[in-house]
């Protein structure tokens, strides 16, 4: 797999790099803001971006930004955004073009080393990895309004594993989670599809947009 | 404060015209009184004339104070109350020097002296204005100096605030982080050998991301970063979709109110809508942001059942205190029936 960094504070990217060397995942460019972002996935056509929000030049949210644009031209490139907020409109600008290879993780996340390297392996293959507090921003606001929701059409059970999909968990590990069997999480993922009215395909995919409805519901 | 010193104002002008009608009424009957009697008794000299001069005298003394009174405040009023007054009393002097039989025309003399007094009066006040015109300056250079000072004192705290955002961002947070990133990563390789002694990394791991979120929210409580990014109507709408009711905003500026103003504004929206969804009963709420004349005026309108009561120490009052620190002016009406709208206007030239 090969990586670029987009990250400015420099103690961070570099125990990164030497997190990511350590499992044998190439670091092909390293930058410190917004324009070098859009420069090295144009450059080096990386599997995925690790792009901080607030990068130079203007601290605010130049990664996103810069990010989207990159994505634009290059929308094969996963982009897995840390930052140290919650900011769930950030993550659905970054999903409006409807394609997956998406992550929005906190920055202190890296911590769980296994855990950031499967997120980063699903970004860089075309799913999602959103944090489990992004994601229980937008179930808190949702569930106060369901009935406006595009979402009140699941039952609570099928919101749960929608849910555990948008952090990015296979079946086996939402199976785990919820204490059901695998078999019992893909007939929950399949009636979800039908009710959000998921087009055929790719699997993976299909989980990628279920994903994009559940975005778009917190999105109001 | 002001609509009601018009009201007072106005009652009292009210007032003055009644007493003004009721006394020249009674002067009136006074007259026709003495008259009739005057009558009655044979006539001669014609003594109720000197009644109704009276009665005139006085009733021109409270007129020409009446006129006098609805001078500008100040020197002008107050030579208008001494003008008044001298122009009666001239003429009770005159009808004096008539009545007594056009001797030597005296009230001439008068007249000139109350004119001299009256300029004496002018010539005394704009004397000493003009010895002592740096007490009126120095009293509007001290308003001019502490609405300038103040309005800095805040600024320079909400960019104070800011910087410490910032310095947490990059300084504390992103230490915390690196931390957690060595932790984890020593976690890892002990994994298969020594089982224990990764937990342990992994409990200090967990402590650091708790110290990391408490970090986070302390900023946000700063400054929601929304705000920092992209501004005013942006942190509205995100403030907007994370309440669990369904909320419009309507904000169009032109450009960035200073931070401290922005602040203020995101502040009062954000609890004014905390209100909205605690006592609202789950109906809509309405943000708008409208900037004109110099003024930033920020509305939270709600379709809920209104009635609300100023809690004391409640954090509506606690917005007060911020918003007019900032000399923005804060409202709230709340009608049994027609809702809750909290508005707050703020400075923002």
Known sequence: MRVVIAEDQALLREGIVALLSEHDIEVVAQVEDGPGLVRVIGGHKPDVAIVDVRLPPTFTDEGIRAAIEARERHPDVGILILSQYVE????????????????????ERVGDVPGFLDALKRVAGGGTALDREVVAELVQ????????????????????????????????????????????????????????????????????LAVLAFLRAGDG | MRPDQAAIGWAGRADWDDVVVRQATASALLVFGCTTIWGLTGGGVFWPGWVAFGLALALGLVA????????????????????????????????LWMGTGFGTPWPFWSALGYSVLLLAHWLVAVGWFRLHPEREQKLTRRVEELTRTRR???DVEAAELRRIERDLHDGAQARLVALSMQLGRAEERLGG??????????????EASAVIGELRDLARGIAPPVLADRGLPAALEALGRRAPITVTVTADLDRRPAAVIETAAYFVAAEALTNAVKHGGGAPAHVIVDEAGGRLTVAVRDEGPGGAEADPGGGLEGLRARVEALDGTFSVASAPGAGTTVTAELPCA
């Not at chain 1, 769930?88 to 906190?106: K, N, S």
């Not at chain 2, 050998?193 to 967990?206: N, S």
């Open chain 2, 193 to 206: 050998d020594q089982p224990e002694l990764a937990a342990e990394f992994r409990r200090a791991r967990d």
């Open chain 1, 88 to 107: 769930p409109a950030y993550t659905a600008e970054l999903m409006a073009g409807g394609q997956g290879g998406i992550g929005y993780l906190l920055k």
């Open chain 2, 152 to 154: 800095g004192a805040l």
């Open chain 1, 141 to 208: 606001t949702r569930e106060a309004e369901p009935g406006d929701s595009a979402l009140a059409v699941l039952s609570p059970r099928e919101r749960e594993v929608l849910e555990l999909v948008a952090e990015g968990r296979t079946n086996a590990a939402i199976a785990r989670s919820l204490v059901v069997t695998v078999g019992a999480v893909e007939k929950h993922i399949a009636s979800i599809f039908g009710k959000l009215d998921v087009p055929g395909g790719d699997d993976d995919h299909r989980r990628v």
């Open chain 2, 64 to 95: 020409a104070l009446r006129w006098a009174w609805e001078q500008t405040p100040g020197l002008t009023r107050r030579l208008a109350v001494q003008g008044a007054v001298s122009i009666v009393v001239l003429t009770l002097e005159v009808g």
